[in-house]
């Protein structure tokens, strides 16, 4: 398993091939019509950058993940994957826990935070185990059409964070 900045075209590809459920989330909250679409879009903004990187096997990429300073000190986290994530789910939680999360925090960052559809069981579990707690009810009508989203968080002010 590698992590290494992700390119244009690791973007592209995991976001054209995508699991199910992270497409619905993603095509939610976005202008895209369809994969391919959201795939050029996220492609765009998201390549190329110091603070999105690329989980990869066998050289092949498996997931996304960007740290985006929202606000000072405000990380927005963004994520997504293909069905392969299961073949490196372990040490990707355990580089965001034990050496992500915490250098964002020594550098200053007070809060991380992510939001998800309402219903995605399986990520926000996993949201949990990388350190975030839900902190809203429904967020109704965040969706493009209507779909609901909570929001999950880790700050500085409420709890240490431990790796």
Same mark, same amino acid.
């Given at each position: ?39 050029? @879009?996220? #492609? *765009? ?6 603070? +999105?990187?690329?989980?990869?096997? /066998?050289? !092949? ?42 250098? @964002?925090? #020594? *550098? ?6 992510? +939001?998800?559809?309402?219903?995605? /069981?399986? !990520? ?40």
């Amino acid at each position: 398993m590698k992590i290494e900045p992700s390119s244009v075209a690791d973007v592209e590809f995991v976001a054209t091939n995508m699991r199910e459920r992270d497409y619905e989330e993603f095509s939610a909250v976005s202008p895209a019509g369809d994969r391919q679409a959201l795939a050029q @879009l996220l #492609a *765009a903004r998201y390549g190329d950058r110091p603070d +999105v990187m690329c989980g990869s096997a /066998d050289g !092949t990429p498996i997931c996304i993940g960007g740290t985006i300073e929202a606000r000072p000190n405000v990380i927005t986290l963004l994520f997504f994957a293909t069905d392969d994530f299961p073949k490196i789910a372990l040490p990707v939680t355990r580089f965001i826990r034990k050496n992500l999360f915490p250098k @964002l925090i #020594a *550098a200053g960052a007070h809060r991380i935070e992510a +939001v998800s559809m309402a219903g995605y /069981d399986q !990520t926000h579990a996993w949201l949990r185990t990388i350190g975030l707690e839900q902190e809203t009810g429904l967020m109704h009508g965040y969706g493009k059409r209507g779909e609901a989203f909570v929001q999950f968080s880790w700050s500085a002010n409420v709890r240490p964070f431990s790796a």
